[in-house]
């Protein structure tokens, strides 16, 4: 079945604690991308990879780091978590050319900073 | 600065009715537009999106885009709602200008009323 999985689906930390929440996609993907969803706020994009040891900025990346040393996986690593990052997190992957590119969601992980 | 709109937080309207959600967008160059659809403690699916060719866009269960490049809007259109059509409806733009961000609206939840 083609997937997005991501791991902890929840996740309750306390600042200062790194933790990494892994992304991996059965697909063949070449983009993958993090979001983080608030109310009020949409999703909002924090980094995303265009391929395998390609990654760039999205629109809040501040605190976070990412890398993609494998085409299926995608890790977000928080290396000081705080409180304003407690938000529910999704990953996403997607063809990168052509027509299809939707993105395929992940279920997302709900992480709370305390 | 690229920007989508959602411009209604919620809507409500009454099962069997036509329904409308809006989305406007702001972006330089030609976008690729996107709807999608996020119900109750779920990851987010993909409903249509337009790329290029016919402004009336169909996709899945039901819903249609009409995508108006003079008024940059991408409003989403199903003929008679059903109350299994309540959930969150994001509208998101690609960047196709070669930095491939993808730039969500706020959402906008949907009440279809029995």
């Known amino acids: 079945e083609a997937q997005v999985t991501q791991n902890p689906r929840y996740l309750i930390t306390v600042t200062g604690k790194k933790l990494t929440v892994t992304c991996s996609q059965n697909m063949n993907h070449e983009y993958m991308s993090w979001y983080r969803q608030d109310p009020g706020l949409g999703l909002r994009q924090i980094y995303y990879s265009m391929n395998v040891e390609v990654t760039d900025k999205g629109d809040v990346p501040e605190g976070y780091k990412v890398s993609r040393k494998e085409k299926r996986n995608f890790p977000l690593i928080l290396e000081s978590p705080s409180p304003n990052q407690t938000s529910l997190y999704f990953c996403?992957?997607?063809?990168?050319?052509?027509?299809?590119?939707?993105?395929?969601f992940g279920p997302g992980t709900r992480l709370t900073v305390l | 600065a690229q920007s989508v709109a959602q411009p209604e937080d919620q809507v409500n309207v009454a099962e069997g009715n036509p329904l409308t959600v809006k989305c406007t967008y702001s972006v330089s160059g030609n976008p690729y537009l996107f709807w999608y659809v996020q119900y109750p403690n779920r990851g987010l699916q993909f409903l249509l999106k337009y790329i290029t060719g016919d402004n009336l866009v169909k996709g899945s269960y039901g819903f249609e885009a009409e995508f108006n490049k003079s008024q940059t809007s991408f409003h989403l259109k199903k003929p008679s709602a059903l109350v299994s059509d309540s959930a969150l409806y994001f509208c998101?733009?690609?960047?196709?200008?070669?930095?491939?961000?993808?730039?969500f609206g706020t959402g906008t939840r949907l009440k279809v009323l029995a």
């Open positions: 998101a733009v690609r960047d196709i200008s070669g930095t491939y961000k993808y730039i």
């Open positions: 996403a992957s997607n063809f990168r050319e052509g027509l299809r590119n939707e993105q395929f």
